[in-house]
């Protein structure tokens, strides 16, 4: 699974510190291995966001305020916005596991403080992966992202840290003349 | 370096490292349990083609979360769970009735050692730093990624170091310190950075207080919590200790990105009020306040010490008319102990509900879930909406004793109003 370059959709905007119980309740960890019914249940949790899955359209991208995701550890978090449909996650800011297992899961995210306070709900955007440029079509204008390590965007490159772990075992099988 | 920096550098093989150094290093110890290792098994055997784990003595799974089986779909996962550890050969699997909540279940195992680089599928594994490790939480695919490789990838933080001098006030626990903290730099103060606490005031609190205080790292955004190693540390882990260790101290001339300092004797009993656990006010501001629900309970303020606390304010009391007191043992080992010291009788004909150690209400999981509207106080960590239940439900966390007296009253009181003077020795 290799990323798309650009990637174009509508935007739906959150606030700061958007905690994991509120990105997926708790109670929907039974659907740990569903991503489908997870993305049912994305951000059912904000309050006033109830029945928001299913307003979403292929693609869109979710915008969100600083310290996104934080609280639990739980990965069904990023997985349950993707199973939503949601193409790209932009925030001001990251809570470090959410940003551990989206990485992790090749799934993109991108921090742009200047796209999180500039972007209002039902823009159009659209998010040059490579040049690291969002582009916003509603308001006309553009903002940047900033940049991962190089580390970071060669598991995001290589579809997250399975592929990652594969090679690493291939290499020691061959060490160990396997 | 940091004494952070320190274990960093020794798992990933370098003299020395940096904030924002990405780096590869070996794992000591690591941990899931029911939500997290069936989706770890999955990834490590069907996507990651591993067939076993790096190393069965250094794992730990527990069934917490929603064991025993809250309805038939947890009741697969926590199969799930049983079944990997057996196929796996897991050393460490803590199965409901014999081990409890991960984060008590491993210190008091003597299973997290100070100089260790721990790992755990759950966000408050950051607890485990009080034993002068670093330890933090991480997702499922991590998770299989230690499992399958015994390594892991991460960047190395900035620390902010914490001093607390003079010492705690009577009445004023742990849990109000690291409130009041959590309170004073907000949910994301220090996001991605380790909080290294040092002080007076540590000097004076057992291990099992400075368990509670690291615990709370996460709810600041912290990558990891991490105290220094002293007597008390190794009090607490002689006998219990599964492996030699060594413990570590940051250099006289380290790099903090931050120094906080506190004066411990100014902190009052405090509050989180919902829907934040930064939203910190002094007991004072909402003493009054009606409850639903009372629960002591959680990896944060469920300890044997904790159930002291809460058995010395409820004995000889009932809890208010109109009010539930849920009570929750962290571990299984705790329960015994709660057992043997007459503290579950004080509980039970005090009319409170005694459950067995699990997770449980404190992720609105089971046992103790809040509806709309409803109001609780609770000993745990999280308060966000929807947190414990309902989102319109509403959270304060507190300490135990408060928890307890309040209980009694029916609204947020001052344990004082309960018990004249917790008596010498509960600690």
């Known amino acids: 699974m290799t990323l798309p370059k650009v990637i174009r959709g509508r935007a739906w905007k959150f606030g700061a510190n958007i905690d994991t119980d509120q990105i997926i309740p708790a109670k929907y960890a039974i659907y740990s291995l569903d991503e489908k019914e997870l993305g049912k249940h994305a951000m059912e949790g904000v309050p006033g966001r109830e029945g928001w899955a299913g307003q979403v359209s292929a693609g869109d991208i979710l915008v969100a305020g600083s310290n996104f995701g934080c609280g639990s550890s739980r990965e069904i978090a990023p997985i349950a916005i993707r199973g939503a449909g949601i193409s790209l996650v932009i925030a001001d800011s990251y809570a470090r596991i959410f940003f551990r297992n989206a990485i992790n899961l090749g799934y993109p995210i991108l921090q742009s403080p200047q ?31 900033e940049a991962f390590p190089p580390f970071m965007n060669e598991l995001l490159r290589m579809g997250g840290l399975v592929p990652w772990v594969r090679r690493r075992l291939q290499e020691r099988r061959v060490a160990a003349g396997r | 370096m940091t004494m952070t920096e320190k274990i960093l550098a020794r798992a990933s093989g370098r003299e020395s490292v940096s904030p924002g150094d990405l780096i590869l290093a070996k794992v000591d110890f ?65 199965e409901v009735g014999q081990g409890g909540i991960c984060h008590t279940v491993l210190p008091e195992n003597g299973l997290v050692l100070p100089g260790e ?41 900035e620390t902010l170091k914490f001093v ?41 609190i ?37 492996r030699p260790y060594t413990p570590v101290s940051s250099d006289p001339d380290a790099d903090y990105e931050k120094v906080f300092e506190f004066d411990a004797e100014a902190v009052e009993l405090g509050v989180a009020k919902p829907m934040s656990p930064d939203n910190y006010a002094p007991l004072s501001e909402v003493e009054g306040t009606r409850l639903d629900q009372v629960f002591i309970g959680s990896c944060t303020n469920s300890r044997i010490t904790d159930l002291r606390r809460a058995a010395a304010v409820l004995e000889g009391h009932k809890v208010a008319d109109g009010v539930r007191l849920i009570i929750t043992p962290s571990s299984h080992q705790v329960a015994i102990q709660a057992e043997r010291e007459g503290l579950i009788g004080t509980f039970l004909a005090a009319g409170a509900a005694w459950t067995t150690a699990t997770c449980g209400a404190c992720l ?21 909406p929807g947190r414990m239940g309902h989102p319109k439900a509403m959270v304060y966390l507190s300490n135990p004793a408060v928890a307890a007296a309040s209980a009694v009253t029916g609204v947020i009181t001052h344990p004082r109003e309960v018990l004249k003077k917790m008596p010498a020795g509960i600690r």
């Open chain 1, 115 to 145: 796209a999180a306070e500039a972007v209002v709900e039902g823009d159009e955007l659209e998010v040059d992966l490579e040049q690291g440029i969002i582009r916003d079509f509603t308001r006309s204008d553009e903002y940047r992202t």
């Open chain 2, 117 to 157: 680089l721990v790992v755990g599928a759950d966000s408050h594994s950051c607890t485990y730093g009080a034993l002068n490790n670093f330890a933090t939480g991480i997702g499922s695919t991590d998770l299989a990624c230690v499992l399958a490789l015994g390594e892991l990838w991460f960047r190395v933080p």
């Open chain 2, 30 to 94: 690591a941990m899931g349990h029911d939500l997290t290792i069936p989706p770890a098994g999955k990834i490590m055997r069907e996507q990651m083609g591993a067939d076993k784990i790096w190393d069965p003595s250094r794992v730990a799974v527990t069934q917490d979360h929603f064991q025993p089986a809250k309805d038939a779909a947890s009741a697969t996962l926590g199969r799930l769970t049983r079944e990997f550890s057996h196929d796996m050969g897991v050393k460490w699997y803590f």
């Open chain 2, 206 to 242: 057992d291990m099992e207080a400075r368990l509670t205080i690291t615990n709370m790292a996460i709810e600041a955004g912290a990558k990891n919590g991490i105290l220094e190693f002293d007597e008390i540390t190794k009090e607490y882990l002689d006998g219990r200790a599964k």
């Open chain 2, 364 to 384: 609105g999981g089971h046992m103790g879930v809040l509806g709309e509207g409803e109001v609780c106080l609770s000993t745990t960590n999280r308060n966000f």
């Open chain 2, 164 to 204: 607390y001098h003079n010492r705690l006030q009577e009445w004023v626990e742990a849990k109000d310190l690291i409130l009041y903290v959590i309170g004073k730099i907000g949910v994301d103060g220090a996001r991605s950075k380790a909080m290294e606490h040092v002080g007076e005031a540590l000097k004076h």
